[in-house]
């Protein structure tokens, strides 16, 4: 039976919930929404879900709202009897909190994993925010594939940049900037930050004079505030270089974070489309729809994991 896809979100702004519709030869299905009186989420799937596999798809930015429509919908799934009920979230939320920073604090990344491993049995999402927990396997409970942003982001910078050199503005980053600089076969330099608090950066460049003749190139996970990147932009301008393209993976870019780059002196911003922004330019959704795929050609659990 052909699986079947339906968004998270009611406006789906970047279309994925079609695009791995067509790309997994699935059927797009609708998700009928709206609110009660009260403020809560009323649901109803139409199309036919028993004894199929079927797939939310849909970033979670923004998500304490999302996480409980998500947890509404695959229990509505597994009671219409899906066979599978597959998560494929281009961007995850709450994968920061990763340890307990301060006393009275809780480890929010091992919460949210718990409450959506028990709804879930497959898991696809890029990048996710993986830094003292090493991987997705250590907090959820169902199988899970994650999507790298490199090769595309590589293949972008590729293609627009001239010279470039690639910057991390964090120790975190590095992972995805040397995998980004080895694919776009260019030099990395990986910057010093201290973070004093949600809108307080401090980033450091070091040595980076000798890259004068180069296209510096800022490439992050997440940007939220743009503070780091926005630090980031002036110590370069300090230091001499030219103005740097930014490059986001995950575009949260909350308040007037995106206006305050581009003032800050950004040659041009540009983002993957794992979450819906102005600035997307570099397409996922062909590498998230081969890894939905890997998910779907494993066997079927026999029984699920409780909630
Ligand atoms: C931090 O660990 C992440 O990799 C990003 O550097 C961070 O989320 C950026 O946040 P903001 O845009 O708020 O400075």
């Not at 494929?88 to 718990?114: C, K, T, W």
């Not at 922004?277 to 050609?297: G, K, M």
Request: net charge neutral; hydrophobic share 45%.
């Amino acid at each position: 039976m052909r699986p079947l896809v339906l968004p998270l979100n009611d406006t789906d702004p970047t279309r994925i919930a079609a695009a791995l519709a067509q790309r997994l030869d699935a059927e797009a299905g609708t998700l009928e929404t709206r609110r009660f009186p009260d403020g809560e989420t009323y649901l109803r799937v139409h199309g036919a879900v028993q004894g199929r596999d079927v797939v939310i798809t849909g970033s979670l930015d923004r998500p304490d709202e999302k996480l409980v429509r998500l947890y509404l919908l695959a229990s509505t799934l597994r009671d219409l009897g899906a066979r599978r009920v597959i998560l494929a979230a281009p961007s995850l939320a709450y994968m920061r909190q990763d340890r307990v920073f301060n006393d009275g604090e809780g480890i929010s990344a091992r919460y949210v994993a718990h409450w959506l491993s028990g709804c879930l049995d497959g898991l696809v999402t890029v990048d996710p925010h993986l830094h003292r927990i090493h991987t997705l396997d250590e907090v959820y409970r169902c199988p899970s594939r994650v999507v790298a942003a490199a090769p595309a982001v590589a293949q972008w910078i590729a293609a627009k940049v001239e010279a470039p050199l690639l910057l991390g503005p964090d120790a975190e980053s590095e992972q995805w900037v040397a995998q980004v600089a080895n694919l776009a076969h260019c030099p990395y330099v990986v910057l010093e930050k201290q973070r004093h608090g949600d809108r307080d950066v401090e980033v450091s460049v070091p040595q980076v004079e000798r890259w004068r003749h180069r296209s510096p190139v800022l490439v992050d996970d997440i940007v939220s505030t743009a503070r780091t990147m926005i630090a980031a932009v002036r110590h370069l301008h300090a230091a001499g270089l030219p103005a740097p393209v930014c490059i986001a993976v995950h575009a949260i870019f909350a308040g007037s974070a995106y206006h305050d780059l581009l003032r800050t002196g950004a040659r041009r911003v540009a983002s993957c489309n794992s979450i819906p922004h102005p600035s997307n330019l570099i397409d996922l959704h062909p590498r998230i729809a081969d890894a939905v795929r890997e998910l779907l050609a494993l066997d079927a659990p026999s029984n699920r994991s409780p909630s």
